[in-house]
């Protein structure tokens, strides 16, 4: 009973907001009084507060009276209250049920001595008999329990009634009851005892009980009698329903379970699982004659809701019932039938409305009971043209494409190998997903027309649903397992619960209720969008009221339990002051990306306030605090009942991606939790990108400290480690959580599709429920799609990531760099220490004691290579005075001048010179190889008295090694005005900052006089170094989402230059502040120290430093260098371990393109750009200074020795050498300099023939031969010994049953092992090699076959016939067929696994190359039969091809091709065996085994290879523009030097050798693309194997040219010169030799072919002829199968051949060689001897050994002085006496 209070006079709102309190009381209409009820409320199924008043059935007790009371108080107004009587009745008493008789399966029934007191308020026994009473019968189905109605009337005495046989299993026995009802429709249940009912078909064929039951069922009909009708319908159907079908094969049983899939073969073997997947042929005709049937019964049924009047609920129920049996067994229901059902079905909805509106005192059991047979026959109508949707059934019934899927997720599962491999379970599959899709196109067009008859049917049923529930004032809900509708009179405004869905209306309020129809299909009906397959939830109908579409609407889906859980558990200490972080990781394939992932943690809710979560996501990659893109902070608003979920939206990758997971849980102290509550924020923050290093808003905005970010994702957030010594004595404490994650979207029906779009997730959606939001839905269908894809946990620990071995790259490069400074530390001290001996002030060797007048003599010396020199140097400086006559540059020490020296003198003369004019300087070239020339920049002449400087700009090289160079230049001063142009100011700018102010370079050449020291320079360039390193380690990002450029081995983003530029830009300023430090900050001491002997002391006013820093500011510039690397470095290495290996080389490549910009761009740009501003702003200007000559005169005079000079000394004072002794000295020194470039271009051509042999034997591997001697073993050829007991080798193949032979029993268990050699059967991944367990096959073997084209001929024996053509690539046989060749009709179960086979395929769409064969050349398209996946699946295939002839007479050639790869020598290896079947008949057979090298740079020799491939690509651009300009310049005459014309075929060889590698690399790369998009599926490496033939053939020309290429710089050589002159001399008597040998040879050879070609193979065509003859001169000859041809002639014949062509030819040559030999002799005997190589490598020894054990002895300093004293004078012109000196000279001969 239900009831309802109802306001007539309230409003909406005031109806809400009242209060109603109901009670229930015992009442007594005599007395009228009042008792109390106890225990009352439990009958209730609503509150006594509530609007509705719901009694549970059989809770009153009949025949008594009850006061039901009501208050309702409106807007705190007083109480209102209203009563009502309630009179319940009694149901009929005291009656029997039993069975009457049991005839021919008919029974009788007998209901015996019912009574019931009807209008009467009590019982009377002499009366109740004669009340109306009816009674229903119903069998229940032991197996279901489903009850089905038999019988209803007001008979006391049933005849006729027929029921359903009974189950073997109950020894065939039924269970049937009745009901008994009074007028009022109150009823008893009374059993009766259960009956034995046998089969009616136990005696009669099944046609004949169909007969019966068809002619029955239409008497029937015509009878009128609808209650028979529905009886005999329904036992015929069920009888039929229940007999024995055909067993469901395997396959059958694999469609109807997509989701066990991915996971076939786990618990069979694919021997047995593949024969059981066979198809069979099978044919039921009791099946057939079963489904004939079914289909007549649906037409009866139909017949009688069509003529018969259906009047009553209870016959409409029997109608239903009969439509929904005949449903029910999916085998025996055709499409034709299913229509008649539901045809009949929407009668019977028709009938009951009908009813339902004229019914005035319905019974809600009957009408709830009728709608259930309804949705029963809708129900099952939906189960069988519905077919299981999954998302696990796969897009294709590709083989190779699922096998692809399931290699992914198994990457993701951690598939250890066992059971069944991805290729194999995809075989299954394929041949599921086949009959799958027949299935359901079979049933897309039922379901275009019947879904929405289904749907407008519910809806009409909704019809009598709303009358029950505006009668019954409560939901009405009507189930079945598939299908169940509601119907509930509710306000729009509410959120409406319908137990696993809920509904909320974004509506505005109505003043009255509207009726709310909600339909639920387990299975979505709407089969024929592509995206129901992912539709998990349940399909959700929605009609509100009368309204043609829907307002807004959110709807949530419970999800609970469908998820599977992980658990991690994570152990802190417990009460610890510290906090403390772990991480755990999580995976999960994203396979829909258009639908959003949810990823979801839960645990115990005292974790919450414990501990923060944070969320980090990457996709492909284990994110990090530092690398990740997307994140989530977790608050307190997140969690819901223990679990917080993280929503990442749709799209978020662009295709199917792996998703990982971090998850950073870090625990609060106790004593932080209050403050930490206090200060939670209530909103989620979400990232998108790549956060930089210091990042902490994150955990700083939840939590109320701070703390910096450690590096490492398993590291604490605070200084001290998670667990110290300090806390070594608390207890631990374990943290559980279950992970998940999933993928859901929201989907709507719009009509036509399943819109994405309209409706969005919302983010309320958590590990519960999903909900969607549907502003203003296009239709009235809802969906989620839900799919929990495979998943695992990875846990780690604190320090898990930090593994030095595995990732040592970057921490290797940190520590490197530090030896380095240390070392480099002591070196640039100890050159530092030096530079106080250099830069002091030197004085000349030959200043005298009497010289009064002192000049400083600067000589800047030039930054170019060689520049220095160790050559005597002497010069004279003439002034409009005198001049200085000659003097030697040097203070004695003969130490000569380094590169980039700049070195000051004293030099003293008798008296002032005057305003200098001019220098005239030389050098006597005296220097060993390079020190013999000298590259003077310019000499600053410095007036120490006046202070005037002379500035005579040189800027030129003095030496011998050209044709016009010179060893003397006289030079001019340099006027005012030239010191002033911008050119000479730019270069004097930019030679002082190259050495001063780009900071690498000036560690080596350090400014003169400099307070920049070399270690503090060298501490800059460290800082700098480890500065870069930590600023483009912030800044890395995420490389990989970015398109990269890959050069060999090197792949880098471009994004990778942006960073390092950043970083340069960042570091920049830290290294000038500590470089101005060191500038600016100096010891006193230090400055005394270095200035003691410099020119600085002399001068009379020195230069304060300007803006000088406190000596201390040192000690910080060196602590900033310091800590600036260790700091850095300690950061740089925990990034690197964050990163992981790949990661970390990655960076190291952006951070050594930062140092590569910083040498070769910041700096050069820095110098220039302050030369340019220097040389523009502020000019050079020559500031005169004043020195104390005094105390210079002594100290030069203390070191002076002599009182003159002696002209006369021709070892020290060197005058400027004759034109003629010049020339001398420069042609000696040209051929000198001329020998040294041979020798060195001898030098670099060997390392260029170095790099190119490893180039060239880098393509050829030494373990090829191995790997093709393998091959053959197992393959090719059969063992020397012992063959009987192996199997056919390919070689012995002569036959087409031989070819099969060695397909079935040599190639096919080789390529396809099952077992190891002890018979040990072998798992998936093993499987997946060849027989030997070290090669893995790279997809399957694959067999191709070339045809010629039949043609009709005409044969003059045989007239018209047959032919078959030659085979010709352009004219080959293209048609295509389905089953053998040729035949007009195709039986598809006979090429069920070869149907492609049958199929041509062009070589372009295989990338298919021709093949030379012994017939000819073949194409490379073809028929083509892939053997793939399994033994047994490829021997199925071989046999297919055998029985249907695949090789015929049209058959030109097979091919057997696979791809095997070697881990252990990276070697990839493409076998390709061809059998050619000739027009002759038998089979002739080549094997091509190509081993290469498909990865060229793989590890550290593959490096060195890259390496060495870059440097031949530079020389070859170097050479080719030296050959363009070389050809430019001469002309015609480049092309008449032999020489110049090989070096050009060399480059042209190397050109196409570089244009041929580039071609492999490309196909290569192509090539491995698509192989890593299909692994499992035949990847053609012919092509690339074929490119790399080609390359090879180039390589071993140009490595034999480039061979040959030394001899030309070896002609050098007097002995190589001999050998190429006999050569030369006789190359015409050669020649005739030559000629006459060519003649004999080739007459030989054509004879022999002609005598013996058709006995001999040796012989058989020309071209062996001459191979064979050729072997005869090496002594290799074969005279004994020529005596066996032909005796008498082959003697003859050999006789001759061996007179003629080794004796007299070969004995001439010999003559002619001896001749020239004598003659070219001869001739260089009369020939002057140049200076050659030999000489020259002969000098390079000598003087390399006298280096190592002797010393060059030079002359003291003491005896010097000496000498130089025995040649003083006293007094007088120094001048005169020099003169006289220099004439008297001239009389010396010596």
Known sequence: MSLKVKCTSCSTSDEENAEYKWNLMKYDPVTKTETTLTGWENWLETETTEQKFVVKANSFIGLSYYMLTVRMNVSDESWSEMRMILETTAPPYDGHCFVYNVSNSVVELEMRSWKDEGFRKQKNVELDWKEQISYRIFQEDTRTKEKSLVYQGFERHIKGLYFNYGYAENNWMINIYAEVLDVFGDFITCYIAPIKMLSPMRDISLDSFLANSQEFVET????????????????????????????????????????????????????????????????????????????????????????????????????????????????????????????????????????????????????????????????????IFIPKLSPDIPETDDVYQIADEYTSADAVNGYDGSGFSPQERALFVSMSVAKYNEILNSSLDMANQTVPNVQRSIVELGTVLKEITFRKQFEVEVTRPGLKTSMERVPVDREIDRKNLKIKFDSPKRDEDEYLQVTQYSKTPFIWDSESKNIQSPTVHIVLGNRSSLPSVKTKFSTSGSVAKKQVALAFLDDSADYSSQTFNYKIWWKNPSDALVFNIETDLSNVTSFSHVVYAKKDGIPTTLDYEWTKIITQIDWVDGGASCLIPANFCSKPCLMYFAVHVTSIPTSHHRRRRRSVINSTQTYNGTQSNNSTQSFNSTHSYNSTESNNSTHSYNSTQSFNSTQSNNSARTVNYNVSGWTTGCRVWDGVKWDKTSCQLSSETNYKETVCECPNPPGDNFATSFFVPPNSIDFSTVFDKFDIIGNGAVFGTVIAIVVLYVIGLLVARRFDRKDREKWKLFYMSDNLKTDKYVYLVTVYTGLSRNSGTKSNISFVIAGQLKDTGIRRLTNGDDKGFETGSVCTYVMTAQQCLGDLTYLNIWHDNSGKGGDASWNLVKMVVEDAHTGKRYVFFCNRWLSLDSYDSYIQCTVPVASPESLQTFNFNFTENTRENVTDSHLWLSVIFRPERSTFSRCERLSCCASLLFLTMISNAMFYGKDEAVEQIRIGPIKFALSSIYISFIGVILTFPVILAITMIFKKSKWQDEINDRDKENVDSFKTHKK????????????????????????????????????????????????????????????PIKVLAMAVFVSIIAKQSLDDSLYETTKLLEQSQDRAVAFARDTNDYSFYGAPFSEETLENMKRKRLQELRMKRIFAELLLYVCFLVVLYFISYNNRDFNSFQMRRHLSSHLLHSPTKNSSFHTLRYDKVKSTDHFYDWLLNTCIPFVFPLTMYNGQALNAFERQYTNDQTNYRLGPVRLRQLRAKQTECYIPLILDAICYADYNIVSEDDRSDCQSWGLPSCDVSKTRWSSKAWQFTSAAEIWGVPTMGFQGTYGGGGYIADLGIHRMFAKAIVDELFSNKWIDRQTRAVFVEFTQYNSNTNLFTFVSLMAEFPQTGGVLTTAHVYPLRVYQHVGSFGIFIFLCEIVLIVCAIVFFIYFIVQIVKHKKEFFRDNWRIFDLLILVLTIFGISMYLTRMLFTSWTITKFNEQKLK?????????????????????????????????????????????????????????????????????????????????????????????????????????????????????????????????????????????????????????????????????????????????????????????????????????????????????
Request: proline fraction near 2%; include cysteine.
């Open 1104 to 1163: 304060e430093i300007k803006c000088r820093l406190p000596p201390r500011c040192l000690y910080a510039a060196y602590i900033i260098v310091a800590l600036s690397i260790v700091v850095s470095g300690f950061f740089v290495i925990l990034y690197s371990m964050e990163w992981g290996k790949e990661k970390s080389e990655e960076w190291l490549k952006t951070f050594f393109l930062s140092l590569l910009e910083s040498l070769l761009v910041v700096d």
């Open 220 to 383: 029937a009909i015509a009878e009128s009698n609808a209650g028979l009708v529905s009886m005999s319908l329904e036992t015929t159907i069920s009888t039929s329903n229940r007999e024995e079908l055909p067993k469901t094969g395997l396959l059958d049983q694999l469609v109807e379970s997509p989701e066990t899939w991915s996971s076939i073969g786990s618990s069979v073997t694919f021997d047995s699982l593949f024969q059981e997947l066979t198809p069979s042929d099978q044919n039921s005709t009791s099946q057939e004659m079963l489904k004939e049937g079914m289909q007549n019964m649906t037409v009866l049924l139909k017949t009688s809701t069509n003529s018969l009047n259906l009047d009553s609920t209870v016959l409409q129920r029997q109608m239903a019932f009969c439509a929904g049996s005949s449903m029910e067994k999916k085998q025996l229901v055709t499409l034709e039938a299913m229509g008649t059902a539901l045809d009949a079905t929407d009668d019977v909805i028709n009938f009951f409305i009908n009813t339902s509106e004229r019914a005035l005192f319905p019974v809600y059991e009957d009408y709830l009971s009728t709608s259930e047979a309804i949705l029963r026959s809708v129900d099952n109508m939906l189960n």
């Open 1578 to 1790: 035949f990847v053609n490496f012919g092509h690339i194997a074929l490119w790399d033939e080609v390359l090879n053939a180039f390589l071993s020309f140009l490595v034999f040219l480039s061979t040959l290429r030394v001899l030309r710089v070896l002609n050098y050589s007097r002995n190589i010169t001999h050998l190429a002159g006999v050569l030369s001399n006789a190359r015409r008597n050669l020649l005739g030799c030559f000629f006459m040998f060519a003649l004999i040879f080739l007459a030989y050879a054509g004879v022999g072919f002609l005598l013996f070609g058709s006995q001999l193979e040796t012989y058989k065509n020309l071209f062996v002829s001459i191979t064979t003859i050729v072997n005869s001169l090496v002594g290799r000859n074969s005279l004994h199968g020529l005596i066996r041809a032909c005796p008498v002639i082959a003697e003859f014949y050999y006789f001759t051949f061996v007179m003629f062509v080794i004796w007299i030819v070969m004995t001439m040559m010999s003559a002619t060689l001896n001749r020239s030999i004598q003659e070219v002799r001869n001739k260089l005997e009369r020939r002057e001897q140049l200076y050659d190589v030999d000489d020259l490598l002969r000098d390079f020894l000598k003087d390399f050994w006298h280096n190592i054990n002797f010393k060059l002895h030079n002359i003291s300093k003491d005896s010097y002085a000496l000498k130089r004293t025995m040649t003083s004078v006293t007094s007088g012109d120094v001048s005169l006496v020099l003169q006289e000196l220099d004439d008297s000279s001239c009389n010396d001969e010596e």
